[in-house]
């Protein structure tokens, strides 16, 4: 049995609260990561590929759109049967867009909106939305 004044014991004492403090950090990273991974999130990005589905072709709207989150891709449809392609993932620092509405597309970060086209309607962010290949087929957008 040991002494609670026993060298060894305080050795192995302060080995288990590093121990401990490494895993509470790791353990707050993940969080951290977690918490941005969400809807308007961001650093993990879907990988998609020629073929893939992204979403139904009756859920985009004239003059509106719709953000696909797993795809990381909002499709839109400026005119009638004019479809727009557009990566979902803001240009001001990574979000994921949240939504598509009053014929804005809205990134519910740091406030950016795009047109329909992509292009910047209002800050933070500078740079216009890339665009993404898309095709319907049949009922549904796939990756072209
Ligand atoms: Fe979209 Fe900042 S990440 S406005």
Redesign the pocket.
Known sequence: MSAPHDPEVARLGAATRRSFMAGTTAVAAAVALTACTGQGGGPQRAKVSSGDRIGRVDAVPVGGGRVFPKASIVITQPVKGDYVGLSAI?T????TLREVSNATIY?G????EFTLEGKVQKG??TADLDPRKIKVDGDYFVVA
């Open positions: 803001c001001h620092q990574q979000c990134c970060c740091h406030g950016s933070p962010a």
